[in-house]
């Protein structure tokens, strides 16, 4: 499946979600769009109570398609890739990241 982690994810009302950029005095500066690269990234790397007692294999494919996804771009993912994605991000975003991102990947899983 190919998939275009630079998309920029978008609200229920069809705009870009805005994420802190930079910081200044404590308040945000700069905001920019949320894209899923950002979201996988995040959903991949972070650690939580689900993660107590994942291998060290498991930590390092994490690892090596977080790799992937850091390149940007439009990338390849096998089965197995795409699996790992949609279990991370149900786990760790909320309903509207995962609701987008889940039907992102269903669009491209059938060819749209």
């Known amino acids: 499946m190919k998939l275009n982690v630079n998309e920029v994810i978008?609200?229920?009302d069809g705009k870009a979600i805005e994420t802190?950029?930079?910081f200044k005095d404590?308040?945000?500066?700069?905001?920019?769009?949320?894209t899923i690269k950002k979201i996988l990234l995040e959903a991949l790397l972070q650690t939580g109570e689900?993660?107590?007692?994942?291998?060290?294999?498991?930590?390092?494919?994490?690892y090596a398609l977080a790799s992937l996804i850091n390149k940007g771009g439009i990338i390849?993912?096998?089965?197995?890739?795409?699996?790992?994605?949609?279990?991370?991000v149900g786990e760790i975003c909320t309903?509207?990241?995962?609701?987008y991102i889940w039907n992102v990947m269903e669009a491209k899983d059938k060819g749209k």
Do not use: C, H, W, Y
Not at 50 to 62: A, L, P
Not at 78 to 87: D, G, H, L, N, R
């Open 26 to 34: 404590g308040k945000v500066e700069t905001v920019e769009p949320l």
């Open 50 to 62: 689900m993660d107590k007692n994942v291998s060290g294999i498991e930590k390092f494919e994490r």
């Open 10 to 12: 978008k609200g229920m």
């Open 20 to 22: 802190p950029k930079t």
């Open 76 to 88: 390849e993912l096998t089965v197995e890739q795409a699996a790992t994605i949609k279990k991370r």
């Open 95 to 99: 309903p509207l990241v995962v609701g």
